[in-house]
Each structure stands twice: as C-alpha cells, then as structure tokens.
C-alpha cells in the first residue's frame, strides 16, 4: 500500500511570512497526527484527528498555527505568521483508528521548514 | 514528558548484534512498550511492541524484563542501513482517542560501523 504522502518535502521562508504543509494519509486510515521535530529532539505532537474531528489540539500553539482535515482525508497544516523557532521537520503520521486495538503509526517523509 | 531513558548514542559493529536498553521504571500494568526508529531524513518506523511476554519479528527482539522496568531491543546482525535514532516509547493499552498518542524522547542515536 502507498505510504503517507507529504509535501512539499523543503520550504524555506522569512519570518511573519505564511506557510501551509499538506498531508495525504494512508487509504482508509481514520487517524491523522501533525508532529514538529525540531533539530535534535524527537517529535512532539501539536494535533491529532479522528477523521475529520479533532481528538487533541491542547500542544498547538494556536496563536499561529491552524490544521483541519476537512473530508476525513487529506490534511492542512499552516503557520501564520512564521517565527525563527517554527524551523523545524513537520511530520504527519496516520493509523487505521480502531477501538481498542493496539495501532501502528506509519509516518510521512516530513517537510522541512527553514524560518530566516 | 516521555517516561523512558536510553542511552544518548551506541555504536555496533556491522554483522554484530546491537543491543539498546531502554529503562522505564514507572511503567504501569495496563502500558506497552513500543520501539521506533528514524533513520537519517525520514520518518520514524515501527519495529516492535510488547506488554511483558518477549516479542520478535524480522526485524528485531524486544526483551521485557520480568519486573517490566527495563526493556532491550536486540537487532540481531546489525547493518549499515540501521544506523538510525532509536526510540523506546511507553503507551497506554487503552488505544482510544488521545492515547493513541506517541510520546517521544531523544532516543539513541545507533552508528553501526563498517
């Protein structure tokens, strides 16, 4: 089966610039996550969907950031306006979202954001 | 905040096996230990998870201790293509809702070496 899809994969950009990363996870899963890497650390979760509902937004800095996932599928996340700390790799992963069990989280290549 | 503590960085020689410890001391009954791994510019990769009962697959084995405290995972003929951060992750049983949720730390930083 396809993996997550990401792109673009390198956008770079000054600060109080806008930009928007897009996600396409894979066929039929229920759960998408939008997670920021920064250099050195692992990734950290900023929101996370149950279709097109979100389930935990409570680390996105809300401030400036915004996501949605409007038909269950695809999804957007944006930066508006940028700062120097959002460099970071934006990874989008999804899983299948069934109850109870204990679910894999397949991972996106991740675009990496560069904020001059 | 991870619950889990790994080494900063190990090496393995190539066609060895690498051993990685994790130690997470305050893992409850009802939590699974899950093992990631990123290589270099991709995303994070499934390896293996396990509740207490040792686990393999093809690519790896994940020993639990008996006090659950403590895990290694073992890549048993270890490659260049492994050279990657691995993250030891623990996690709720109860997969609904926010805990499917992963937490990561910093993970080791795994070079295998020609």
């Known amino acids: 089966e396809a993996g997550v899809a990401q792109s673009p994969r390198y956008k770079i950009i000054e600060k109080r610039q806008s930009v928007a990363f897009w996600c396409n996870p894979i066929?039929?899963?229920?759960?998408l996550y939008w997670y920021q890497q920064i250099l050195g650390q692992g990734p950290k979760l900023l929101i996370q969907f149950q279709n097109n509902g979100v389930v935990d937004d409570s680390q996105l800095p809300k401030d400036r950031f915004s996501a949605e996932r409007l038909k269950g599928v695809d999804s957007t996340l944006k930066i508006q306006p940028a700062k120097l700390e959002d460099s970071a790799v934006y990874l989008c992963?999804?899983?299948?979202?069934?109850?109870?069990?204990?679910?894999?989280?397949?991972f996106g290549p991740g675009t990496r954001l560069l904020v001059l | 905040d991870a619950k889990t503590t790994q080494p900063t960085s190990m090496d393995c020689a190539e066609g060895r096996a690498a051993n990685l410890p994790c130690n997470h001391s305050t893992i409850s009954g009802n939590e699974y230990v899950y093992w990631y791994r990123q290589i270099h510019s991709q995303g994070p990769q499934y390896i293996i998870h396990g509740l207490k009962n040792n686990e393999t697959n093809e690519m790896a084995s994940l020993i639990i201790t008996e006090d659950r405290k403590s895990s290694t995972l073992i890549l048993p003929h270890a490659t260049l293509r492994d050279t990657a951060v691995y993250y030891c992750i623990v996690r709720d049983a109860i997969s609904s809702g926010s805990a499917r949720q992963l937490t990561f730390g910093s993970g080791t930083q795994l070079t295998v070496l020609p």
């Open positions: 992963a999804s899983s299948r979202g069934l109850a109870g069990s204990q679910e894999t989280q397949y």
């Open positions: 066929s039929g899963h229920a759960t």
